[in-house]
């Protein structure tokens, strides 16, 4: 298929049927609209009743529409009503269960107080332990990644024996 470009003016002459087709992006919902209300107005003009009776029949229509919505609005607003009753109920009931929540959180904390305390004490100690006994560990690291190298040349120098470099 073959694209239109802007340059191609032979398709946006009036006569061509890409051109009437061009900008029509809602004129089938406009169509329907306006074929819509002018069928319900010649419908009510063109009917086989009198005028009166339609409008009548209109007229009550509406009302019991009027009705059923006021009944489903009154049946949401006692809903609701309900649903608030029940929130509040249950509101009621879980406030003893989030005091005594708190009351337990309170209480842990005060009993573990001294649990922590002593973690810290110690967690001090093993720091202090650290820093004085990190140099001897070092050192007895150094000298054993020393002895690794070492012993690394010794086998480099087994297993390259008898070869040349380049």
């Known amino acids: 298929m073959k694209t239109i470009d802007k340059k191609d003016y032979r398709y946006y002459r009036p006569e061509h049927l890409r051109y009437l087709y061009r900008n029509r992006n809602s004129s089938f919902s406009k ?90 004490e110690k967690a001090s100690e093993v720091k202090e332990f650290i820093k004085e006994n990190k140099d001897p560990v070092v050192d007895t690291l150094e000298d054993l990644a020393n002895e690794i190298l070492d012993e690394g040349k010794i086998v480099k120098k087994r297993y390259f024996k008898g070869t040349r470099k380049r």
């Open 31 to 120: 169509g329907f609209f306006w074929g819509a209300l002018i069928g319900g107005v010649l419908g009510v003009l063109f009917a086989p009743e009198k005028g009166e009776d339609t409008r009548k029949k209109i007229k009550e229509t509406a009302k019991d529409y009027e009705g059923k919505s006021k009944e489903a609005l009154e049946k949401a607003g006692e809903e609701l009503e309900k649903a608030r009753i029940k929130y509040e109920e249950a509101a009621k009931k879980i406030e003893p269960v989030i005091e005594k929540a708190k009351d337990k959180i309170d209480e842990v904390k005060v009993k573990s107080e001294p649990y922590v305390e002593f973690a810290k």
